[in-house]
């Protein structure tokens, strides 16, 4: 469980409001930030080959290929305001 804040309500200094760390079953690791979700799942089909509509199915996607391998993992944070 991990929280992300930021002072920034405005998005004027920080505009990215999530951020995506993933370990692809062949230990690909990546950790990048986004502005919008439209964007996380771009990327995320880009990576994986498959067409994505929402932060679920890119959870189930990476549950499914612990198969392949243990360490892989696909974790989603969302910065609040505060």
């Not at 409001?17 to 771009?42: G, S």
């Not at 089909?45 to 993992?73: C, H, M, P, Y």
């Amino acid at each position: 469980m991990a929280e992300y804040w930021t002072n920034d309500q405005e998005s004027k200094y920080f505009p990215e409001k999530y951020i995506a760390d993933l370990c692809t079953p062949d230990d690909k690791w990546y950790k990048e930030y986004f502005v919008n979700q439209t964007e996380v799942f771009k990327w995320f089909e880009v990576i994986s080959g498959q067409s994505v509509e929402s932060i679920t199915e890119i959870l189930a996607i990476a549950e499914q290929r612990k198969d392949e391998n243990d360490n892989s993992f696909c974790n989603i944070y969302e910065y609040a305001a505060g």
